[in-house]
């Protein structure tokens, strides 16, 4: 767990099914999601690499930095400029993402 002045990250083991679509075709697809809860932020699914179609991802010139995860590169999907990102060298605290790929629209499947 990450903690500064009222702002918490955690990551935690998840177990339900989520899925990627785009397109009408499945990106992604997990029953083992890393799952990132971050104070003013829906939870975000975290994809091992295993998980992802990396054949459909373009790599984007795009970079961000978070004070608490780290910098972050991204991935465009056919139609979806930076939809994707992972955290290649991640901070200690959040260590647990490295590689793994988060999607701007991940859906929680039933059953």
């Known amino acids: 767990m990450v903690m500064t002045a009222g702002h918490t990250i955690t990551v935690e083991q998840g177990t339900e099914y989520v899925r990627v679509v785009s397109d009408g075709q499945i990106v992604a697809e997990s029953r083992r999601p890393l ?5 003013g932020y829906p939870v975000r699914y975290y994809f091992p690499p295993e998980d992802v179609r990396t054949d459909l991802l373009t790599p984007s ?3 961000t930095h978070c004070p608490f995860k780290g910098d972050a590169s991204y991935w465009s999907l056919p ?15 959040v260590a647990q993402v490295k590689d793994h790929f988060c999607f701007y629209d991940t859906e929680v ?3």
Not at 35 to 39: H, P, Q, S, V
Not at 79 to 93: C, M, R
């Open 35 to 39: 799952l990132l809860r971050e104070t």
């Open 109 to 111: 499947v039933a059953g």
């Open 61 to 63: 010139d795009t970079t």
């Open 79 to 93: 139609g979806a400029s930076d939809a994707v990102w992972a955290y290649p060298t991640p901070k200690a605290e």
